[in-house]
T-cell receptor, first 112, second 112 residues
C-alpha cells in the first residue's frame, strides 16, 4: 500500500535528550513537510523539503533539525534546545508544484 | 503575517442537517484552498480542494470559494454522527511555494 509511515506512534523523551522521529513515504512525492500540533491549535510548519539534500525552515524551526538524504525519507530530530517539545508531530508529503498534502499517522512526543 | 481564521466552535448540528463551516484568509493572491478532517487523536485527512471561485461538490461535501471576499466554506449535507470531527482549513499563500498555512480548526458535533 502506498502511503506515509511515521514511527514511533508514541515517544517519550527525558529532559536534555535528542530524539529522532521517522517519516518514510512510498508515494514518489518530491516534497515533504513536518508540522507540529498543540492541543486546540492548528498545524505549524517546522521544516520542509522540496528535493533531496535541500530543506528550508518553516515558522517554528528553532530546536529542530532535519535531513533529506533520500527522496523517501525525511527524519526530524527534536533537540534538547527545544524547550517545549511535547506535541503531536505530523509528517506530510506532496507532489512538487502541487499543494495537496497528505499526512502520516503522526507521532505523539511527551517529555517525562 | 499571512493568516487563516476559523471559528473554533464547537458547532453543533442535528443529524441530517446541513453543517456550514467557514474560513477567512489574509492574502488576496492565494490560489489553493483545502479542507481537512481530523478525528480526535488522529492525523488530518484531505477531504476537499478548491482552486477557482464558485462551488465544488463531492458527495455530501460542497466547498465554496469567494476570492474577492477572501472566504472559503465547507458545507456538509445530511450530517451524520461520523462527521463529528475538527475541520481544518488550509491555504497555499502566494509566494509560499508548496507550503500550506492552517487555521486552528472548527470542531463539529453532529447530535442524534
Amino acid at each position: 500500500d502506498g502511503g506515509i509511515t511515521q514511527s514511533p506512534k508514541y515517544l517519550f523523551r527525558k529532559e536534555g535528550q535528542n530524539v529522532t522521529l521517522s517519516c518514510e513515504q512510498n508515494l514518489n512525492h518530491d516534497a515533504m513537510y513536518w508540522y507540529r500540533q498543540d492541543p486546540g491549535q492548528g498545524l505549524r510548519l517546522i521544516y520542509y523539503s522540496q528535493i533531496v539534500n535541500d530543506f528550508q525552515k518553516g515558522d517554528i524551526a528553532e530546536g529542530y533539525s532535519v535531513s533529506r538524504e533520500k527522496k523517501e525519507s525525511f527524519p526530524l530530530t527534536v533537540t534538547s534546545a527545544q524547550k517545549n517539545p511535547t506535541a503531536f508531530y505530523l509528517c506530510a508529503s506532496s507532489i512538487l508544484h502541487r499543494t495537496e498534502a497528505f499526512f502520516g499517522q503522526g507521532t505523539r512526543l511527551t517529555v517525562v | 503575517q499571512k493568516e487563516v481564521e476559523q471559528n473554533s466552535g464547537p458547532l453543533s448540528v442535528p443529524e441530517g442537517a446541513i453543517a456550514s463551516l467557514n474560513c477567512t484568509y489574509s492574502d488576496r493572491g492565494s490560489q489553493s484552498f483545502f479542507w481537512y478532517r481530523q478525528y480526535s487523536g488522529k492525523s488530518p485527512e484531505l477531504i476537499m480542494s478548491i482552486y477557482s471561485n464558485g462551488d465544488k461538490e463531492d458527495g455530501r461535501f460542497t466547498a465554496q470559494l469567494n476570492k474577492a471576499s477572501q472566504y472559503v466554506s465547507l458545507l456538509i449535507r445530511d450530517s451524520q454522527p461520523s462527521d463529528s470531527a475538527t475541520y481544518l482549513c488550509a491555504v497555499n499563500f502566494s509566494g509560499g511555494g508548496n507550503k500550506l498555512t492552517f487555521g486552528t480548526g472548527t470542531q463539529l458535533k453532529v447530535e442524534l
